[in-house]
């Protein structure tokens, strides 16, 4: 081969070998902004909830772009010597390449009205038997999103600044979900028809008539006095095994819950609508604000910001075994998430499975319950990274 050849052969071997860099690189770089997507997500709600402990609002950027400029150069360079006579006599090829990524996240802050309804609004009942139905547990899902459970739990307003979790409800979760894991009971999203018009009856129907009411979902029940309409409605219900309704454990949990223990099928209506039975559980649910401000609860702060009255003099309330975030004036070396505000590093340890499932649980939660995006006519920050 002449030295030309081998040139060739160098300069098009290296630009195969540029090639391949790109494409790794752009393989690499899509999971490195997945990796950070996911914890700077969880940074951003841990942060909202050492904000809560200190009263402070809370405050949420939603990401809305991510654009990145990848550029591939490669030169090949010829220098060379002749002699007197003017033959070559030194060949000396040179090949450079270069790989540059400009990548650019865009974010908007998310304070539009409609955002702010889903996060005040407390979530509804099947939001419980999604996340349960999801994988986590009965126990850690109630206690996260229930405040009370018929007559048992704490009444509205006074939760904020309670000393501690009411014990009762705490044992209350705790039964269910041992049933519950042990298969005793379950969550079951049942559809059933409910009647649309209470005490009226229709008496003429033609074949146009039919046909239009099924195709808006509606159906009828033939009774003496005519027809009921009817729709199909779904509700969540809590469903108790033979066996277990026949325990003493349970017939105890019933009469406190003033519950007919021998029903085996409960309705869970988050209203009191009128006055409760003995075959439904009332459950006054949370908004995910009120969630993440009872998970500040949690939070340990330092004694200097106690004295300082920077935040409210709290203790973590009892019973909030499920959720704990430690204080340090130290960056942490073995945190599994950790944030830094008002000059004090809040972290939450490795080895804590109870709080991280906890906030992995918050974080399932508010993507589910609270839709993303539409920030618009706000302003925007835009971001160029790896310059």
């Known amino acids: 081969m002449t030295k030309l050849g081998l040139f060739l052969f160098i300069g098009f071997a290296g630009m195969l070998v540029g090639c391949s860099t790109g494409s790794s690189q752009f393989s690499s770089s899509r999971m490195d902004y997945n990796q950070a997507l ?123 600044e309670a000393l501690e979790v009411p014990t009762e409800q705490l044992d209350v979760f705790k039964k269910l979900g041992l049933w519950q894991r042990t298969h005793q009971l379950e969550l079951a999203l049942v559809s059933r028809s409910v009647g649309v018009l209470d005490g009226y009856f229709i008496h003429e129907l033609g074949l146009d008539d039919l046909t239009a009411l099924r195709e808006k979902g509606y159906g009828l029940i033939r009774e003496e006095a005519g027809y009921t309409l009817t729709e199909e409605k779904e509700s969540l219900e809590l469903i108790v095994s033979a066996p277990l309704a026949g325990s003493a454990g349970w017939l105890s949990l019933a009469d406190r819950l003033n519950l007919d223990g021998q029903a085996g099928t409960y309705k869970i209506d ?15 649910l949370r908004s995910p604000l009120e969630m993440m401000a009872f998970l500040s609860r949690g939070v340990s702060i330092p004694d ?31 945190s599994y998430l950790a944030v830094e505000h008002l000059g004090t590093w809040f972290y939450i340890p490795k080895d804590d499975l109870e709080s991280r499932r906890t906030l992995g649980l918050m974080s399932s939660l508010i993507r589910q319950e609270v839709q993303a995006g539409g920030a618009e006519n706000l302003p925007v920050l835009t971001l160029p990274v790896g310059r």
């Open 38 to 160: 996911q914890e700077t997500e969880q940074k951003e709600l841990l942060l909202n909830i050492v904000r809560l402990r200190y009263n402070e609002p809370p405050a949420f950027l939603q990401v809305t772009g991510i654009s990145s400029q990848f550029e591939f150069t490669s030169e090949l360079l010829i220098g060379g010597e002749t002699d007197g006579d003017g033959r070559l006599e030194v060949f000396s090829p040179e090949a450079a390449i270069s790989f540059s990524s400009r990548p650019t996240v865009t974010f908007s802050p998310q304070q539009e009205k409609e955002f702010t309804r889903q996060i005040m609004a407390p979530v509804g009942p099947e939001t419980l038997y999604r996340l349960i139905e999801y994988g986590w547990g009965l126990e850690r899902v109630f206690g996260l999103m229930v405040r009370r459970i018929n007559d048992v739990g704490t009444q509205v307003g006074l939760e904020r």
């Open 270 to 284: 988050p209203v009191r609508k009128n006055q409760q039975n003995s075959f439904q559980l009332t459950v006054a």
């Open 304 to 334: 200097s910001h106690h004295t300082d009255r920077v935040a409210p003099d709290w203790p973590i309330p009892d019973g909030l075994e499920f959720f704990h975030v430690h204080a340090s004036q130290q960056k942490p070396t073995d």
